[in-house]
């Protein structure tokens, strides 16, 4: 059974960083891509970046330019690395993993962006 676990979420003040985890149960060449979503309360779930096994990313504008995925494969991990953070990215972030014609997602990790 596939398995998403994300972590590194928490509450940061504007202008601060955090790196995002989702910890993969199987290599991440199984995928034909993995990324991030987050939903903001009231909101719906949008996308954030998508990194694809051949190497190949892909950021919405939401975070464009302030953040950065990556992946490693020994450790079967993606991360998201987000700088400059701003009371509106506060959100659950979830990581996705698409492949075999199936969607899988994690249980999700809460940022919270607040002074």
């Known amino acids: 059974q596939v398995q998403l676990v994300e972590s590194g979420g928490g509450l940061v003040q504007p202008g601060e960083s955090l790196r995002l985890s989702c910890a993969i149960s199987?290599?991440?060449?199984?995928?034909?891509?993995v990324g991030w979503y987050r939903q903001a309360p009231g909101k719906q779930r949008e996308l954030v970046a998508t990194?694809?096994?051949?190497?190949?990313?892909n950021y919405a504008d939401a975070l464009k330019g302030r953040s950065t995925i990556s992946w490693d494969n020994d450790l079967n991990t993606v991360f998201l690395q987000m700088n400059s953070l701003k009371p509106e990215d506060t959100a659950v972030y979830y990581c996705?993993?698409?492949?075999?014609?199936?969607?899988?997602w994690g249980q999700g990790t809460q940022v919270t962006v607040s002074s």
């Open positions: 199987e290599s991440i060449f199984r995928y034909d891509a």
């Open positions: 990194i694809f096994p051949t190497g190949p990313t």
């Open positions: 996705h993993a698409r492949g075999d014609g199936s969607d899988y």
